[in-house]
């Protein structure tokens, strides 16, 4: 039987294994092939990451397996996030204990947390063109594509595309 997963914010203590979890899972995913890629060096900056957004981890057995960043409009980690919208990015679980439910579990919390806050009417999220295991768990969890709201990589040809779920 699985163990229980605690989802959390997190704290200074957690910051080397989100950066471990987020380097590994978006490297084996493929997403980037190289650490030093600049996107990956900023993301793997939890501290500064922290200092600008809300970082929460996924726990079992005292061991960190996921995180995720939240942001609301206008906040330095939102790329998408209309006024009523509450965005995540970033969301990893560890590659050693992917699809255990950690995903799922912390998209679900991502949802509750959404509806507490006032004005929040959805939760959206960015996602690459080619991530198919993630567009399975958004699409699992209610969320819908936003075509008319998709966009590209500052400087590059990269399609991101949008998901949105009301709430």
């Given amino acids: ?3 229980p997963l ?3 914010p997190a704290v200074e203590a957690d910051f080397p294994a989100v950066a471990r979890i987020t380097g590994d899972s978006y490297l084996s995913a493929g997403y980037f092939d190289d650490p030093a890629h600049p996107y990956m060096v900023k993301i793997m900056d939890v501290a500064a990451r922290a200092r600008q957004a809300t970082i929460w981890v996924a726990e079992r057995e005292g061991t960190v397996i996921g995180s995720v960043t939240l942001a609301l409009a206008g906040e330095p980690y ?3 996030a209309l006024q009523d919208e509450l965005e995540f990015r970033m969301l990893v679980v560890d ?3 992917q699809r255990s439910g950690a995903g799922k579990a912390m998209v679900e919390a991502i949802l509750g947390h959404a509806k507490t806050l006032p004005g929040i009417r959805g939760v959206s999220l960015t996602t690459g063109k080619a991530w198919e295991s993630a567009h399975g768990l958004y699409r699992k969890t209610g969320f819908e594509r936003v075509p008319e709201r998709d966009w590209f990589v500052p ?4 399609k991101l ?7």
């Fill in 1 to 3: 039987m699985q163990q």
């Fill in 6 to 8: 605690t989802i959390r």
């Fill in 78 to 80: 939102a790329d998408i």
């Fill in 95 to 97: 590659p050693a204990v």
């Fill in 155 to 158: 400087g590059t040809d990269t």
């Fill in 161 to 167: 595309l949008v998901y949105r779920r009301d709430l």
